[in-house]
């Protein structure tokens, strides 16, 4: 996996300026007094920057504090050479040109309005290249929708930060994403239909990295899909660092829509995902119809039923770990923190902790599974791996429910292993909360189950709700609430297992202070040399500290560190 693919640019080629207000085509572009007003890829361009390609080694520095207005369809990106020799695209980084980013906007119409799929960067077949320090703003949207009503405003207007097509070799680091689209949560927006917005969409790639962003007020923070077009391939994606929240339906999504797609070697790490909720039930909103249901992260197979994928492999497989989910202010629904929907492949999430996950209009809670794949459809069966996780007072921590028929999470050859959590409960949330809960619904067929294949070396702790641990319902079964000796008596579950207080290093409670909470353990914490060694999985916690190659782990996403042993003297010398 290569992780930070546009940390260096050796190549040095030449530097062009770009100053949208004061800049000219007729200058040369080659020195701050003397700044072209347009980029080269961009369609307006005329004289020397129409003139002017980009090509390996080649800086393009955008004016801080001058807003670019891009064509409708972008500025085309150019293509480096190697990694060493790549197209870099800078919003001012250095600070030398102007102050602070420079603003990449999009064009309006007469009434003021963004026109629709608006684009500000845009790659297709594109390789080698960096995009980075930028403030992208007001790409598509209506700018007047207030004075429209629910049966007179036209259809959403779409815009996107930057677009990437079958791309290779891309870096998207340090830029600032906001007011996409359409993301305001008022009527007359239609809810569902009309929030809009992309930070960066992707259609296919390999080998990108985005990383050190932030997103806020739009629909779709970044979007990995493989579409129905060749070659259906994203794989070697890094997304980290990123901090995404607020007016955001899915902060992070990918998946695939078309026969025979691979989406693999794709990880989410290091990234905070916190109070987006605004647009779902039970949040402030006035949508004139349905809302969107928001998930942080979610990964799903199109609704056709597309054939023949490859989704994560045990040599490649997808990895979502080391985030952290909370939320401070917001309320809403939400249907969960991380949502895999009729989804299958390797798939490993672990290191996470997820905080306050009480949606207050329904949803599922933290870590949610409905469905898996179809046999009959050539896709992989789901091989789940729920590790070392901590979990602090949310609705449902894991909720792992079958829907569809041919489509249940017992099909033969999946796995699904919980092993290493804690789950820490308090009921905050007002009654109901379950640590796991396995829902099957819509069968008959007592066959069905939910249940993990395993559950073991978990911690548990719900003070306020005595051996509410798990419980599981089905059409015909009922409701089954499990106590510690039932959940080890019926299904063998939680042998190494065990229920007491984690004895976290701080907690400031919910609310304003969700993000506030020391998840670390103490030194006498139960939690500790409690847990399964899983190191031919992962190496690390969620602080990057290694987690030992043989022996006992601790549970949850902090492995505890050995004290260095003191001095056996200690001489204090005076510097006075």
Not at 20 to 33: A, E
Not at 286 to 309: A, K, M, Q
């Amino acid at each position: 996996m290569l992780f930070l693919l546009g940390a260096a640019v050796a190549a040095h080629g030449a530097t062009y300026y770009i100053d949208f207000t004061s800049g000219s085509d007729t200058n040369n572009g080659t020195s701050v007094s003397t700044p072209l007003k347009h980029c080269p890829g961009d369609v307006n361009a005329t004289n020397v920057a129409a003139s002017t390609t980009l090509t390996g080694g080649d800086t393009a520095i955008f004016k801080g504090a001058v807003t670019y207005i891009s064509p409708s369809a972008g500025i085309t990106v150019a293509s480096g050479t190697s990694s060493t020799s790549r197209v870099l695209y800078d919003g001012n980084t250095a600070g030398t040109f102007g102050v602070g980013r420079a603003v990449i906007s999009g064009p309006v119409d007469g009434n003021g309005n963004g026109v629709n799929n608006s684009v500000g960067f845009n790659a297709v077949s594109k390789n080698y290249f960096t995009v980075e320090n930028f403030e992208f703003y007001r790409l598509g949207s209506y700018q007047n929708f207030l004075s429209y009503d629910c049966s007179s405003l036209p259809p959403s207007i779409v815009g996107t930060g930057i677009y990437l097509k079958q791309v290779s070799y891309a870096t998207i680091q340090n830029n600032y994403f906001h007011e996409i689209g359409e993301w305001q949560n008022t009527s007359p927006l239609r809810g569902d239909a009309d929030v809009s917005g992309y930070g960066v969409k992707v259609d296919s790639g390999n080998n990108l990295s985005i990383t050190g962003n932030e997103f806020t007020k739009m629909s779709y923070g970044v979007y990995l899909f493989v579409y129905n077009s060749s070659p259906l391939n994203i794989s070697q994606v890094t997304v980290s660092g990123n901090n995404l929240h607020n007016y955001m339906r899915w902060p992070v999504s990918g998946g695939v829509n078309g026969d025979g797609a691979t989406f693999q070697d794709v990880s989410i790490y290091n990234n905070a995902i916190h109070d987006y909720t605004e647009y779902d039930t039970g949040a402030s909103n006035s949508f004139c119809s349905s809302v969107p249901h928001t998930d942080g992260i979610i990964l799903f197979i199109g609704g056709i039923p597309y054939r023949n994928s490859t989704l994560g492999t045990s040599a490649h497989p997808i990895r979502i770990y080391a985030n952290s989910f909370y939320q401070n202010a917001t309320t809403g629904g939400g249907t969960a923190y991380i949502f895999l929907t009729g989804w299958g492949g390797t798939t490993y999430v672990y290191n996470n902790t997820f905080v306050n996950s009480h949606p207050s209009g329904g949803g599922e809670g933290s870590l949610y599974v409905q469905d898996g794949t179809r046999a009959s459809d050539n896709n992989p069966a789901l091989d789940y791996h729920f590790c070392n996780n901590t979990f602090y007072d949310g609705t449902y921590e894991i909720f792992l429910r079958s829907v569809t028929s041919s489509y249940e999470l017992n099909r033969t050859g999946n796995v699904l292993d919980i092993e290493n959590n804690i789950f820490y409960q308090t009921d905050n949330g007002g009654g109901g909360i379950t640590s796991v809960v396995s829902y099957d619904d819509n069968h008959n067929n007592v066959g069905i189950t939910s249940l993990p294949t395993t559950l073991d070396y978990n911690l548990y702790y719900t003070p306020n709700q005595s051996g509410h641990y798990a419980f599981q319902t089905h059409t015909t079964q009922g409701i089954t609430d499990y106590s510690w000796s039932e959940l080890q008596q019926y299904h063998s579950f939680e042998a190494h297992g065990g229920y007491a207080d984690p004895k976290f290093a701080a907690l400031s409670g919910l609310g304003l202070n969700s993000s506030s909470n020391d998840l670390r353990l103490q030194g006498l914490s139960p939690a500790i040399s409690a847990g399964a060694n899983l190191y031919s999985a992962f190496t690390a916690d969620a602080a990057g500290n290694p987690r030992p190659v043989s022996g006992a782990w601790s549970m949850g996403a902090y492995q505890a560190q050995q004290r260095p042993n003191p001095p056996l003297s200690l001489t204090v010398t005076s510097i006075h």
